[in-house]
Structures are given as C-alpha cells and as structure tokens.
C-alpha cells in the first residue's frame, strides 16, 4: 500500500510540474520520529506514520522536524487511520504551510480520473483580475464560496488558503459551465 501511495503522490506531483525523484531519508536518534517512514519526493517531505491512530502532537513533530531539516515546499503526511477532528484541525492549521493530511487508501489511486471528478485549477494573477473585473469581485473571501484546504480535489492540485479555483461542472443540460471558488483554511470556521 505504501508502493502505490507514493505513486498516487509522484502523479500528483507531476501534474503541478514539481520534481518527482524519490528518495527514502533514513531517520536517527528522533525518538518524535521513529514510528515514522520517510521520503523525499522532490522536495517534499513525505512521512508515513506507522501508529494506529496519529495524534495531534505527531502533527506537529513531522512539522517541527520538516522545519528544522530545511523541508519548506510542502509535507505530507499519510496515516493508516481517517484523521480525528483535533488532527484535522491542527492539519488545517498549517496549510498555508502546504502541509496535507492522507489516509492512506486515499492514496491507493488517482481521484483525478474518476468520471465524475470535476476538473479544478488555480487561478493565476491575470486570471484572477479578469474574473473579478468581469464579476465585480472586490472582496472574493466573502464573495465566492469556499473550498476548505484539505478537500481531496484542493490537496490534489495544491490549492492553499488564499488560492481562487476555478472548477468546471459538466451537465447533460447546461453542458460546460465554469465556477469559481476561494480556498479557506477551514470552512467550517468563520474567518
């Protein structure tokens, strides 16, 4: 399962253009760390934790450890259980520090390719002028609805809080029709 993981993860990796070479780190004399497997992809810190249940705590050891080995373009972390509110909420809290949560059957395959995955993007600069201008968006965080940063399309194409997506929806009747959305660090949580 790890195999196919790190797979799933080189994929989305290589459709944002980020580098995909795999490298297995080798982790000493860390006792935060030493139920954890880890990787580089890129420069990406991958871990995979190998306890039954992550703990808050075992979030912010991975973050403190990828601080202070110079791991600053992204983490991912990858559990064998679903994330409880408490982890969720402390994953969430650092993803401006692109920092994504995975169980790891989320990982077994590309939900990008599934035929009823919308296809989402971030928006560049110019891109996101036009739209306000053409909207008359002066505020978007209020004004378009939100995608919370650990939604399994969000953690795909990299989206962090701050981010407009664009996401187009296919309809029998209304053929190709295109939304735009603000990415939020939590959505359930009144900015």
């Not at 994330?83 to 920092?99: C, D, F, G, I, Q």
């Not at 187009?168 to 190709?176: I, K, N, Q, V, W």
Request: with cysteine; proline share 3%.
């Amino acid at each position: 399962m790890e195999e196919t993981a790190l797979n799933t993860l080189r994929t989305m990796f290589a459709r944002r253009k980020l580098d995909t070479a795999t490298e297995r780190l080798v982790i000493e004399g860390d006792k935060k760390m030493e139920r954890v497997t880890a990787y580089t992809i890129g420069t990406v810190l991958v871990c995979f934790s190998q306890k039954d249940k992550v703990l808050a705590g075992d979030i912010n050891n991975v973050v403190d450890f990828a601080k202070n080995n110079n791991h600053t373009t992204g983490v991912v972390i990858v559990a064998m259980s679903p994330p409880s509110e408490n982890v969720l909420r402390v994953v969430k809290s650092y993803a401006k520090e692109r920092v994504l949560f995975f169980h790891i059957w989320q990982l077994q395959f590309d939900i990008t390719t599934h035929r009823m995955a919308m296809p989402h993007r971030i928006l560049n600069e110019d891109e996101k002028t036009k739209i306000f201008n053409q909207y008359k968006i002066s505020n978007p965080e209020n004004q378009l609805p939100w995608l919370d940063s650990q939604d399994a399309m969000i953690k795909w194409i990299g989206a962090i809080p701050g981010d407009v997506v664009e996401v187009t929806r296919h309809s029998d009747t209304a053929g190709r029709s295109l939304y735009y959305r603000y990415c939020v660090e939590d959505v359930n949580v009144a900015q």
